[in-house]
């Protein structure tokens, strides 16, 4: 295994659109590319949950149904009781430095995701990288790079 490709909400989203427009043919292929090269994908539980969630209140079933399809293709990475405090930890760490990632009222997915992260068991010599759609908050937390960029 050469690299560790944990997906945001926004990629994954993009890889399961199930309209075939030219972006998500791009994520595709790169997703492709990537595994072909030795590179391990990630979904985090995070990152289903909040494209879950659209999919299932626009009635997406074309959506649900790739989304189903790339969860059973490639390697899942579960929430846990410590994956949820360290997001505790994170959030009130961010708030105390004046670097909220969110609104203080909402869910705030990037320091889950962060958590979840952190919480991953790969050997020292693999780097894991967050690929996503807007690197802003992530890249405080994790090596976070746009998906073009990797």
Not at 50 to 65: D, F, P, S, W
Not at 70 to 76: A, F, G, K
Request: no cysteine.
């Amino acid at each position: 295994m050469n690299r560790v490709i944990v997906l945001d909400t926004g990629v994954l989203g993009m890889a399961t659109n199930p309209n075939a427009t030219s972006e998500a043919e791009a994520v595709r292929r790169w997703l492709e590319d990537i595994t072909d090269q030795g590179d391990m994908i990630i979904i985090p539980d995070i990152a289903d949950y909040e494209l879950r969630r659209k999919y299932i209140r626009n009635h997406n079933l074309k959506g649900l149904r790739k989304l189903k399809s790339l969860i059973l293709n490639t390697n899942y990475l579960s929430l846990s009781t410590p994956v949820m405090r360290t997001a505790a930890q994170l959030w009130a760490q961010t708030r105390l430095q004046g670097k909220p990632t969110a609104d203080d009222e909402v869910l705030d997915g990037d320091v889950i995701l962060a958590a979840q992260v952190y919480h991953l068991d790969v050997e020292e010599d693999v780097s894991v990288i967050v690929a996503t759609t807007n690197v802003k908050h992530l890249e405080w937390f994790v090596d976070a790079r746009k998906w073009t960029d990797i």
